[in-house]
């Protein structure tokens, strides 16, 4: 039998793989902004990748949610054999 919920797993494994990349390439802005305070270029894309972590953290939660209800709609012993 396939997993009807596999559509909202692969939304949160790739969301989450999406929010280790960008928190990699916010790391390296940080390290950067360590030697160079005052630049603008670097605050810019600090300001983008954290506004894309936001999103993305958001997708992730959405995702979550959704294989909740999922598995509840789809595998209600599952959540009993859980307890």
Request: glycine content about 0%; charged content about 35%; hydrophobic content about 30%.
């Amino acid at each position: 039998m396939t997993d009807p919920c596999v559509l909202y797993k692969s939304q949160y494994s790739k969301a989450k793989e999406t929010l280790d990349i960008l928190e990699q390439q916010k790391s390296k802005i940080d390290n950067n902004l360590k030697s160079d305070p005052i630049c603008s270029i670097l605050h810019k894309e600090l300001r983008r990748i954290n506004l894309d972590i936001k999103i993305t953290t958001n997708e992730l939660e959405h995702a979550e949610s959704d294989i909740v209800k999922c598995e509840l709609k789809y595998n209600p012993l599952k959540k009993e054999t859980k307890s």
